[in-house]
């Protein structure tokens, strides 16, 4: 595609797919990276993980060309558009590209940028790492347990923005043909109705669930826990668990990947599994959101539908000292949108006071995910040593005694100075 209204560097070299099924990477030494800044607090942490990620880049002898596109609200100043084609366009091309946080509006307004970018581009896997940094202030009286990789599907779901109005014809239509067609009469209450319909299916579970236990076996983890709410949502958040224990007991063999599917009611002592498998277990959300914090040293990988996995994530990230040090990524075939979890924090925005940690943190899953994994541990080691010096920002400062507080262009800067210290 040729770009009118963005620059693209001229000293890089795309990323490109090396086979035809399109599934493997083939990164130059020196790749053209996409990076949207984000709204809000966005405008602060995007230029502090650019500058750390490109140090740890050249600390290990390669080079980001950065390409700069835009969404939200300097998309809006720049084009009067909220997601340029062209942006969508250069992440697709680019296949891994950065991106800082897009304020959502409540109730009214455009639909969210961020689903929009996950489902356009079918980033359908939404991979959270939770774990504890050294030094990082945490409600929890040992939050070195906390080791757990979320899967979140991420294109369907209550996300897929089928819903309707309250005082719309449509909504009345649809009130019309659940009340009448469908047979659930007196349902739903009299009067104005908002109603959304949450679709889970067969390919977005299983491809999903896949991902999760491909990752386990990769990564020598134990277990994958398929988190749902199925005792109440039968036929979708049921149905993802039934799918997902499909897929544990009829594509791996038995010695890899155990399926127990009665392991909702049991506990993991009573169950047979075979020496050196992955167990693939099922537990429900509301019971789910306890354990995490009282057995957190219990669950390892867990994959689940797409709103248990944004509360879920959230949560544990608060686990291991909060938003700004909780990193992600989308992943679709051979593509990588890494992004931090946590959201545009207005009150913060354009202070230089937020926490880069969380997308620089999801810059070096980036890295992990096109092969550099060296890049990746010192950027991981930088910001921990960082932290455990004592050097940070307000959100962990507030928590820490003799902390130093750094405004976030400050704490960017200590991050470089350490990856020089480290490699
Ligand atoms: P949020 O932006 O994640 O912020 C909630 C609070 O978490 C902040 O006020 C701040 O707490 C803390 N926090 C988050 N990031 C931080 C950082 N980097 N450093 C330090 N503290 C940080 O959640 P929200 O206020 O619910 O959402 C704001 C907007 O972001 C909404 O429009 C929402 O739709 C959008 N959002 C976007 C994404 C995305 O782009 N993927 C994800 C989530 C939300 P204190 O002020 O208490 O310090």
């Given amino acids: 595609m040729s770009y009118d209204r963005v620059e693209v560097p001229d000293d890089g070299e795309k990323i490109t797919a090396s086979d035809a099924e399109g599934q493997e990477l083939d990164v130059p030494e020196n790749p053209i990276i996409p990076v949207i800044h984000g709204d809000g607090i966005g405008k602060d942490v995007g230029p502090a993980a650019q500058q750390i990620l490109s140090a740890a880049a050249e600390a290990t002898g390669r080079n980001i060309s950065w390409m700069r596109v835009y969404a939200g609200e300097t998309a809006r100043e720049k084009y009067d558009e909220n997601l340029?084609?062209?942006?969508?366009?250069?992440?697709?091309?680019?296949?891994?590209?950065l991106k800082g946080p897009l304020t959502t509006?409540?109730?009214?307004?455009?639909?969210?940028?961020?689903?929009?970018?996950?489902?356009?581009?079918?980033?359908?896997a939404n991979v959270r790492p939770t774990y504890y940094l050294d030094g990082v202030p945490s409600p929890m009286k040992s939050p070195e347990e906390m080791d757990m990789v979320t899967f979140r599907e991420n294109t369907e779901?209550?996300?897929?923005?089928i819903e309707w109005e309250a005082g719309t014809d449509e909504v009345e239509q649809v009130r019309d043909f659940v009340e009448q067609d469908m047979g659930f009469d007196s349902t739903i209450h009299e009067g104005p109705v908002g109603i959304g319909i949450k679709p889970i299916t067969e390919k977005g579970s299983k491809r999903l669930v896949r991902e999760a236990i491909d990752y386990a076996l990769e990564h020598d983890r134990d277990k994958v826990t398929l988190?749902?709410?199925?005792?109440?949502?039968?036929?979708t958040e049921g149905q993802f668990s039934e799918w997902g224990m499909e897929v544990a007991d009829e594509e791996y063999p038995d010695e890899e990947v155990f399926a127990a599917p009665d392991s909702l009611w049991e506990t993991q002592e009573d169950i047979d599994i075979p020496e050196g498998a992955v167990m693939v277990e099922e537990r429900l959300a509301d019971a789910m959101l306890q354990w995490m914090q009282l057995r957190t040293d219990e669950f390892d990988v867990m994959a689940m539908p797409n709103l248990?996995?944004?509360y879920l994530s959230d949560a544990a990230g608060a686990q291991i000292g909060g938003l700004g040090i909780a990193p992600g990524a989308n992943f679709g075939d051979a593509r990588c949108l890494a992004e931090p979890v946590h959201g545009s924090a207005p009150k913060r925005a354009g202070q230089d006071q937020a926490n880069p940690s969380a997308i620089t943190l999801s810059g070096a899953l980036m890295f992990d995910y096109i092969g550099w994994e060296d890049a990746a541990?010192?950027?991981?080691?930088?910001?921990?040593?960082?932290?455990?010096?004592?050097?940070?920002?307000?959100?962990?400062?507030?928590?820490?005694?003799?902390?130093?507080?750094?405004?976030t262009s400050e704490y960017a800067d200590e991050v470089v100075s350490n990856i020089e210290k480290l490699s």
């Fill in 84 to 97: 340029p084609d062209e942006t969508v366009e250069a992440i697709r091309e680019h296949r891994v590209a």
């Fill in 105 to 124: 509006p409540v109730g009214a307004g455009f639909r969210s940028l961020n689903v929009a970018l996950r489902q356009t581009l079918d980033l359908y």
């Fill in 157 to 161: 779901d209550v996300y897929a923005g």
């Fill in 227 to 235: 988190v749902h709410k199925g005792n109440i949502m039968k036929f």
């Fill in 308 to 310: 248990n996995g944004d």
């Fill in 377 to 407: 541990q010192l950027v991981k080691d930088a910001v921990e040593e960082t932290i455990s010096s004592g050097k940070v920002t307000y959100d962990l400062e507030r928590n820490l005694e003799d902390a130093e507080k750094l405004s």
